[in-house]
């Protein structure tokens, strides 16, 4: 299948990858519907500097920097996740606690109490949801002895390469990026609407638990008097 080709590129909502994932392979688009944009050739590979072996070693170090920042993503996204999930299945205990709660008052405002709770466990999954897609794998460029052709390989052509290389690769660690933040922000409500759940669950816990007086509790009968007995 041949690889479609973007100007600026494609990097699909975390949203609807996580879809794709759930789908068979045949409905799903190929590389989770990522398209890499096309390379834009720097204005300073036609300057004299480009023929320079400095050109060559800062555009290497300039790919794999940002190669760097998109590993560096991946891990701080892995253990985004597990604290996500960590807290998700807290604020799923809490909601059923709060949920039995509810339904023993036959009040309609008593599910009002609900929604911090609700809020958490939808913010917390989506947090997850993109934290697990930023884990995906990424679009970087892989020279080929062909690009070097015929030859003989100038620091001109080298620094080229490289220069491909780092276009892609920060292309994918800017993805990478935003897409964490977007997922640390998504964390930050989650957990704000946990606490505020906590809040609530904590002051219902005295209306809910039946007093330890009337638990303790012992009916005692008076005692009756014994027949009197006549000498």
Known sequence: MNQQTNPTGKWPNPLQQFWWDLLPDKYAPSNSGVVPPEYVKPDWLDQPVADEEISVETTRKAREEAENRATVSESKASRLVQVALALLAIAITVGGYQLRYVREHTATAYWLLLLPVLLAIVFLAWATI???????????????????????????????????????????ARNKVSALLNARSRFSRGLVALVVAAMVAALTIPAAAPSSASQNTVTRSAPTPSPSRTP
């Open 130 to 172: 993109i934290a697990l897609e930023i884990d995906r794998p990424g679009m970087f460029y892989q020279p080929k002895v062909s690009d070097l052709s015929p030859g003989p390989s100038s620091s001109r052509t080298r620094a080229e390469l490289e220069e491909r290389g780092r276009q892609l690769a920060d292309w994918t």
